[in-house]
C-alpha cells in the first residue's frame, strides 16, 4: 500500500510539472512562427488592430519589402472608397500611397483573409506574401494559411509587431498578453475542429 501511494504521488508530481512545464511555453508555441522579412509580392495587414499592424506594415512598405499593401478587416458596411477608414488614413499618412492598397472588406475572420487573400494574389499574379499581425496570433495564422495556400506555388510568411505588453516567455505576467494567448489557444482549438 505504502509503494501505491508513494507511486501515485510521483504520477501526480511529474504531471503537475508537465502541466506547468506547458502552460508556461504557451507563450512560446503560440508565437513560434514569425521570422523575418524577406521581399515579397504583397504585405497584408490582418485586421483586429489598434494601430501597430498599421505602422508595421507601413514600415516594411517603406523599407521596400513589397510594392503593394493588402489591408484586411475593414468592414464592408461601413466602407466607403471616398473616404477611407482610420486604417487606410493611418497607413497613408506613413507613407504607403493610395495606389498601393488594396482593401479586403468582406474578410471577417482569420480564415476570412487568408483565403480572400489567397483569391487577390491569384488574380493579380502575385507569389509571395508577408502576413503582419501581433506575436500571439502566428500559430494560428501558420495553420489557417499553410491550407489556404496548400497546392498552389503561392508562398507566405509571418512577420509579428512588437508591441510594449508582449512577453514570450512571461506572458502570463502581462494581463494583455495572458487574455491574448487564452484567447488564442481557445481560437486554436476552434480551428483544429471546424477549419482544419
Do not use: C
Not at 19 to 32: D, K, R, W
Not at 66 to 95: C, S
Not at 128 to 137: E, F, G, R, T
Request: charged share 20%; glycine share 6%; hydrophobic share 45%.
Amino acid at each position: 500500500m505504502k509503494r501505491f501511494v508513494k507511486l501515485t504521488l510521483i504520477v501526480f508530481l511529474l504531471v503537475s510539472v508537465a502541466a506547468a512545464l506547458f502552460f508556461l511555453s504557451l507563450g512560446i508555441l503560440v508565437s513560434q512562427y514569425a521570422t523575418d522579412p524577406k521581399k515579397s509580392d504583397v504585405i497584408v495587414v490582418l485586421g483586429g488592430d489598434s494601430g501597430l499592424r498599421v505602422r508595421k506594415g507601413a514600415e516594411l512598405y517603406n523599407a521596400g519589402y513589397a510594392t503593394h499593401v493588402v489591408l484586411t478587416g475593414i468592414d464592408e458596411r461601413f466602407y466607403r472608397p471616398p473616404h477611407p477608414n482610420w486604417r487606410e488614413r493611418h497607413i497613408r499618412a506613413l507613407g504607403v500611397p493610395k495606389k498601393a492598397i488594396i482593401i479586403d472588406a468582406k474578410s471577417k475572420t482569420t480564415w476570412d483573409e487568408a483565403i480572400n487573400t489567397s483569391i487577390t494574389m491569384k488574380r493579380n499574379g502575385w507569389k509571395s506574401a508577408i502576413v503582419v499581425s501581433d506575436p500571439p496570433h502566428m500559430l494560428r495564422l501558420h495553420q489557417t494559411w499553410s491550407r489556404a495556400f496548400a497546392g498552389s506555388p503561392k508562398k507566405f510568411i509571418l512577420v509579428s509587431t512588437n508591441p510594449l505588453w508582449w512577453h514570450r516567455v512571461l506572458w502570463w505576467k502581462e494581463r494583455e498578453s495572458y487574455q491574448f494567448v487564452i484567447s488564442e489557444i481557445k481560437k486554436n482549438i476552434f480551428y483544429i475542429a471546424v477549419h482544419y
